[in-house]
Nanobody, 115 residues
């Protein structure tokens, strides 16, 4: 089982990034996919979730209207489009796959929002 995040980096406030998480080794299309983030010195927090079929999404209040989660089950990939980035979005972003008792994590990708 692998979840590999990519797309992080340094961006100025107001900018955009698109994170990707490529999955392999399990039935991706049957899993809910979640993006979490962990800022320095803070607990990990849920950012966005998309159900297995992609029919339902939910977001943390702090990112509503700025971030969009999507998935391509044909490519076994989930995305997080992040717009209007703020310094407080600086964190390591993690991809999580969840179905019943199965729970898989990626290694994270770092996002830094700074001028």
């Amino acid at each position: 089982v692998q979840l590999v995040e990519s797309g992080g980096g340094l961006v100025q406030p107001g900018g955009s990034l698109r994170l990707s998480c490529a999955a392999s080794g399990f039935g991706f299309s049957s899993y809910d996919m979640i993006w979490y983030r962990q800022a320095p010195g803070k607990e990990r927090e849920l950012v966005a979730i998309i159900t297995s079929g992609g029919g339902s999404t939910n977001y943390a209040d702090s990112v509503k209207g700025r971030f969009t989660i999507s998935r391509d089950n044909a490519k076994n990939t989930v995305y997080l489009q992040m717009n209007s980035l703020k310094p407080e979005d600086t964190a390591v972003y993690y991809c999580n796959a969840r179905r019943w008792v199965s729970d898989y994590w990626g290694q994270g990708t770092r996002v830094t929002v700074s001028s």
